[in-house]
């Protein structure tokens, strides 16, 4: 089981060091992406995941394929199909964000169980570099958008508390 740090830990704070691109297929990367895929997994309502979130300063986040499905409403509908591959960025940058911004809902696997609204834009571009060292680049809106602005705010010790108003704790009830 891989840990997920907490708010309070000091890598969420350090501004996290890109990946040499030679180092991006070495053991120690790819643990790394292989460790961050298994913490995601293990929470129901993971989206997306920064490396810094299990203690490794590295600009490194994986978005779920659950939050494609969830972007396009299949998840909701249908939660029996598989869901898609899970998308790795390394080095991201954002290229472009659109002007217009709206107020989302926002939560945080290091953050529990705090949950606020945060101003973002509805658009975002980005490039990374993908698992097997390749650059790539992908626009996106809504969920996916947040998503990218919400992760690379992570890579640059960003948490959406700082950013957020309405803030309120909502822990999971047992039932
Ligand atoms: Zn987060």
């Known amino acids: 089981m891989v840990a997920i740090v907490q708010n309070g830990h000091k890598t969420l704070r350090e501004k996290a060091k890109e990946v040499p ?14 460790d961050m895929k298994k913490a995601l997994l ?14 490794e300063s590295l600009r490194i986040f994986v978005v779920s394929g659950r939050a494609f499905d969830i972007g396009t409403g299949d998840y909701e509908e249908n939660k ?16 472009k ?8 809902d926002e939560g945080c696997l290091s953050v529990r169980y705090l949950y606020g609204k945060v101003k973002r834009s509805k658009k975002a571009s980005i490039e990374a570099y993908d698992e097997n060292g390749k650059k790539f680049k992908r626009g996106a809106s809504g969920l996916l958008a947040q998503i990218f602005q919400h992760e690379t705010d ?22």
Do not use: C, W, Y
């Open 42 to 55: 293990s929470q129901d309502d993971g989206v997306a995941i920064a490396a810094p979130q299990i203690g």
């Open 21 to 34: 691109i030679h180092e991006i297929e070495s053991k120690k990367i790819q643990k790394v992406i292989l």
């Open 154 to 175: 992570h890579l640059d010790a960003v948490l959406f508390i700082d950013k957020a108003k309405d803030i309120v704790n909502l822990p999971p009830k047992n039932d």
């Open 97 to 104: 964000l659109s002007r217009d911004k709206e107020e989302m």
């Open 80 to 95: 029996s199909i598989p869901i898609a591959d899970d998308i790795v960025f390394i080095n991201p940058v954002i290229t």
